[in-house]
């Protein structure tokens, strides 16, 4: 089976740092580009970037570039997705998903919530 | 930056036909996709390549495209319907993607 998990809910403080985490398996991960997606509470999604694991290739929207960093690491199929200092307005659920062949994203993960509060 | 626009909500009876626009200045040049999003659940891909439908999504959903708007249709709109739906496509460029803000169709 086809999927993508993702790591558990974190509870963080103004400042502090953070990588969440996004295992695929059932296919070769390095051979197809994975996406976050940001949905803040009670609003719609956001498109944040996208990183092809084969070759770490990494594109950013313009509104998260620089605010976060996306990675993968191909032999453990895992992509990440980091903040070096979190901020209240980062609380949200965040997707990772697959782009297939078709550029649809037609696996997404179950969703990590972090909530960034004082 | 690149923006799609979406009507912020749609109500329909059952039965009827819902019809959601997605409006943007790339959509000539780059293909839509749409997601449905119900309360607690991750997105899933109902329409990709502007028409067509993934294995197992019924085919009461249909997509069309038309100059810079695309549009999701839902023939027959069952109560199990009622959902956020998202339109994504690319920039011009492809640089990077985008979503709309979503509508929220109501079945009413």
């Known amino acids: 089976e086809v999927q993508l998990v993702q790591s558990g809910a974190e509870v963080k403080k103004p400042g502090e740092s953070l990588k969440i985490s996004c295992k695929g398996s059932?296919?070769?991960?390095?051979?197809?580009?994975i996406g976050w997606v940001r949905q803040m509470p009670g609003k719609g999604l956001e498109w944040m970037g996208i990183?092809?694991?084969?070759?770490?290739?990494?594109r950013y929207s313009p509104s998260f570039q620089g605010q976060v960093t996306i990675s993968a690491d191909k032999s453990s199929s895992t992509a990440y997705l980091q903040w070096s200092s979190l901020q209240a307005s980062d609380t949200a659920m965040y997707y990772c998903?697959?782009?297939?062949?078709?550029?649809?994203?037609?696996?997404w993960g179950q969703g990590t919530v972090v909530t960034v509060s004082s | 930056s690149y923006e799609l626009t979406q009507p912020p909500s749609v109500s329909v009876s059952p039965g009827q036909t819902a019809r959601i626009s997605c409006s943007g200045n790339?959509?000539?040049?780059?293909?839509a996709y749409w997601y449905q999003q119900k309360p607690g659940r991750a997105p899933l891909l109902v329409i990709y390549k502007d028409n067509e439908r993934p294995s197992g999504i019924p085919e009461r959903f249909s997509g069309s495209s038309s100059g810079t708007t695309v549009t999701l249709t839902i023939s027959g709109v069952q109560a199990e319907d009622e959902a956020d739906y998202y339109c994504q496509s690319g920039d011009s460029s492809s640089t990077y993607w985008v979503f709309g803000a979503g509508t929220k169709l109501t079945v009413l």
């Open positions: 998903a697959r782009r297939s062949e078709s550029a649809a994203f037609d696996i």
């Open positions: 790339a959509l000539p040049k780059q293909y």
């Open positions: 059932g296919y070769t991960f390095s051979s197809y580009w």
């Open positions: 990183i092809y694991p084969g070759d770490s290739d990494t």
